[in-house]
Nanobody
């Protein structure tokens, strides 16, 4: 059973950057979808960025041009570089892995394995 652990969250001022990391305890290279999700206070979890089996990347509109997802198959790590952060990015951020084939890998139903989350807080 693969386990995921996020790190790199924290507090930052608007306009700042953070890099989130997700360490997998096992091999996730066979996962069809690897993604980052977030859940703002009082809201539903939403897809932010994903990378699929073909190494194609997919982004929510809110993340395009600001966030970059990447992975290191050797280290079993997934990353999310977040730039130009704003208060609307404040949320608990989760990484996830899934084997279900999906066009964009941005739906929660595409994933079976989740980390515990890391908090990102952006102040104005």
């Amino acid at each position: 059973q693969v386990q995921l652990a996020e790190s790199g969250g924290g507090s930052v001022q608007a306009g700042g950057s953070l890099r989130l990391s997700c360490a997998a305890s096992g091999d996730v290279s066979m996962s069809y979808c690897l993604g980052w999700f977030r859940q703002p206070p009082g809201k539903e979890r939403e897809g932010v960025a994903a990378i699929d089996w073909y190494d194609s990347t997919h982004y929510a509109d809110s993340a395009k041009g600001r966030f970059t997802i990447s992975k290191d198959n050797v280290k079993n790590q997934l990353y999310l570089q977040m730039n130009q952060l704003n208060p609307e990015d404040t949320a608990l951020y989760y990484c996830a892995a899934g084997s279900r084939r999906s066009e964009y890998c941005l739906a929660t139903d595409d994933y079976a394995t989740w980390g515990q989350g890391t908090q990102v807080t952006v102040s104005s």
